[in-house]
């Protein structure tokens, strides 16, 4: 083991604010809370919000659920009796339907001061991209994007230069703000007890940003990002038909989500929205199946924690081949189909 | 008259794209010596948004496009293929020790302060930290709104800017009043090479040099880190023949 490691490991075990916060915290616990902010959309609450919640109570503080818009009461009372709430605290305010960063920081900025907030917790998905920078520099902290574990109040885990490297870093900002990485942590159980619902203080602050629209795309399957099976094409599916023809029925023998490599995103053969990757969605199911994907680092920084990897592709050289649990080298347009007919078969 | 947009681009030197980055010997700091270093790819995207808002809203509208960056000295090279890419002029903060988002944010709010700038277009992260975190803080910073991970800018009337964002499971598109940030996304553009010629012109532009405590600021960093590491590889598992054998394997492994 190198010097660094030694160092840093002794240096973890040690931290005196580590120490300080276990033998205080029954006295300071009131000013040591965990804000964890939740999605909703169409009164539900969105699923990677209970990955947030299960990181939000790792931090060994009271966790206060927070929500904002016009359904949010709705919703709350869901969020209630979920396992590690304490709390929640609602901003039962149409301005806040859209998400809009301009008010909606501001917004989580009086709340955060207000309770006393010392951890600010959410999911490094688009809501949690937008907000949490924003909201960071408003209290003046350095946040820490796409954390992959919690190893104590102020020591967090994240991927850097696309999963190749992995950093631990300690947070030295009187408050820590995370982003989490949703596949790293488990989804957070229902609850016998039920946390009180509270409402939050609004400074109603004018968003200099308006919503105009949005085109999600209709989806009948699982969430890319959630999905126990999840199948990838790329560019070897050569077009947007012939990517339809093959993927659709081998995700539906599956019953995966469909993802795609970022070059078959470009080329058109799928949605953006479906992209895998460092720029991209990061997934880790149970099962991986890549179609027709060379195995680009950018890709692989998306799907390697997967459990097990499965690749098809010609070219026996692929870097796919090199993660792949299993790797059939064939022709993708005689292969899936027979996979797929097979799958069905079995059912 | 269209309002005029004044364009400042941040942007950053990092370790090329394709390049599989390691850790030094001591396993300390990521391997720099003798790597392919390039412009961060997001930020070739802003580059290209502005010269083709230029493009399409004339000369008069986008009188000025100010490429800025933060880092070694070596970041001249970035600013030089922004400039041969058509920024007019750069700006190279120098500063050796690494420098957190949040320093970045506070330095590029000083200098649009500075420079009386009402647009930046910022790339949506740099693929060595992957933070992505930059054009929120510095909205932040400003009280300008954002509008991030943009796959299309169109400049309306009046000083209004209409952005599609991308996000999960599709796009949303928000419109904002200028002076606005906004952060590029993969497919906002294709970024044109820069010509033989315009490396050549780019030579002879200016780079203006400032330090960050030139505005009041240090490289002072939050977080602390206290190790790398490169995650356990993952071992392939071999080939097999035949869909039969993909499938009997799969069986073995548990996932189907």
């Known amino acids: 083991m190198s010097y660094i490691c030694t160092f840093s490991r002794a240096g973890i075990r040690s931290s005196p604010s580590l120490l300080a916060g276990r033998r205080?915290?029954?006295?300071?616990?009131?000013?040591?809370?965990?804000?964890?902010?939740?999605?909703?959309?169409?009164?539900?609450?969105?699923?990677?919000?209970?990955?947030?919640?299960?990181?939000?109570?790792?931090?060994?503080?009271?966790?206060?659920?927070?929500?904002?818009?016009?359904?949010?009461?709705?919703?709350?009372?869901?969020?209630?009796s979920l396992s590690g709430v304490s709390k929640v605290l609602v901003a039962a305010n149409a301005a806040y339907d859209k998400n809009l960063p301009e008010n909606y920081a501001p917004l989580l900025q009086e709340n955060i001061k207000k309770e006393g907030i010392t951890h600010v917790v959410t999911s490094h998905s688009a809501f949690g991209k937008n907000m949490v920078p924003r909201l960071a520099a408003l209290l003046d902290v350095q946040?820490?994007?796409?954390?992959?574990?919690?190893?104590?109040?102020?020591?967090?885990?994240?991927?850097?230069?696309?999963?190749?490297i992995?950093?631990?870093?300690?947070?030295?900002?009187?408050?820590?703000?995370?982003?989490i990485r949703g596949t790293a942590f488990a989804p957070a159980a229902p609850n016998s007890s039920t946390a009180p619902i509270e409402e939050a203080v609004d400074p109603n602050t004018e968003a200099s940003a308006e919503w105009v629209a949005e085109n999600l795309a209709v989806n009948e399957r699982p969430d890319l990002s959630s999905a126990e099976r999840v199948v990838s094409g790329g560019r070897g599916l050569k077009d947007q038909a012939s990517f339809d023809k093959i993927m659709t029925p081998l995700a539906d023998a599956l019953g995966a989500a469909i993802g795609a490599s970022r070059a078959a995103v470009d080329a058109g053969y799928a949605d953006n929205s479906l992209q895998v990757g460092q720029t991209g969605k990061v997934v880790a199911p149970q099962l991986y199946l890549a179609v027709g994907i060379?195995?680009?680092?950018?890709?692989?920084?998306?799907?390697?924690d997967s459990k097990v990897i499965a690749a098809i592709n010609k070219d026996a050289d692929a870097p796919i081949f090199q993660v792949a649990d299993v790797g059939l080298v064939g022709d993708l347009f005689t292969v899936t189909p027979e996979l797929t007919e097979k799958l069905k078969s079995q059912k | 008259?269209?309002?005029?947009?004044?364009?400042?681009?941040?942007?950053?030197?990092?370790?090329?794209?394709?390049?599989?980055?390691?850790?030094?010997?001591?396993?300390?700091a990521v391997e720099t010596a003798g790597v392919k270093m390039s412009m961060n790819p997001f930020d070739e995207l802003s580059i290209e948004e502005s010269l083709r808002l230029r493009a399409k809203l004339g000369q008069s509208t986008v009188p000025d496009i100010l490429a800025v960056s933060l880092g070694s000295a070596k970041s001249a090279d970035t600013l030089r293929t922004a400039m041969a890419m058509g920024a007019d002029r750069a700006l190279l903060i120098e500063e050796d020790s690494e420098i957190e988002p949040l320093v970045v944010a506070k330095a590029l709010g000083k200098v649009v302060e500075k420079e009386n700038c009402n647009l930046v277009i910022v790339g949506k992260q740099s693929?060595?930290?992957?933070?992505?975190?930059?054009?929120?803080?510095?909205?932040?910073?400003?009280?300008?709104?954002q509008a991030i991970q943009a796959s299309k800018v169109e400049v309306l009337d009046g000083g209004w800017v209409q952005v599609v964002k991308e996000v999960d499971g599709g796009t949303e598109t928000v419109k904002a009043k200028l002076p606005m940030v906004i952060t590029t996304d993969l497919r906002l553009n294709e970024p044109r090479y820069a010509s033989l010629t315009n490396i050549m012109k780019a030579k002879r532009k200016p780079i203006e040099k400032k330090k960050l405590s030139d505005f009041g600021l240090s490289a002072i960093k939050r977080l602390e880190t206290l190790k790398l590491a490169e995650p356990k590889p993952r071992q392939g598992g071999g080939k097999v023949d035949s869909v039969d054998g993909l499938l009997s394997r799969l069986k073995e492994l548990g996932a189907i």
């Open chain 1, 24 to 80: 205080t915290f029954a006295s300071t616990s009131r000013l040591r809370n965990t804000l964890a902010i939740l999605e909703h959309k169409d009164g539900e609450l969105i699923s990677r919000s209970l990955n947030v919640l299960t990181a939000a109570s790792k931090l060994n503080k009271p966790v206060t659920a927070f929500l904002a818009g016009s359904a949010s009461k709705g919703v709350a009372s869901k969020v209630a």
């Open chain 1, 143 to 164: 946040p820490v994007s796409d954390v992959m574990g919690i190893e104590g109040e102020d020591v967090f885990v994240r991927p850097i230069y696309a999963g190749n």
């Open chain 1, 166 to 179: 992995i950093a631990t870093v300690k947070s030295t900002d009187p408050i820590k703000i995370l982003t």
């Open chain 1, 294 to 304: 060379s195995g680009a680092i950018q890709h692989l920084a998306g799907m390697k």
């Open chain 2, 1 to 28: 008259m269209a309002t005029p947009l004044r364009i400042i681009v941040p942007v950053k030197r990092v370790i090329d794209y394709a390049v599989k980055p390691r850790l030094n010997s001591a396993k300390t």
């Open chain 2, 127 to 145: 693929i060595d930290d992957d933070a992505g975190q930059t054009g929120q803080m510095l909205a932040g910073i400003l009280g300008w709104p």
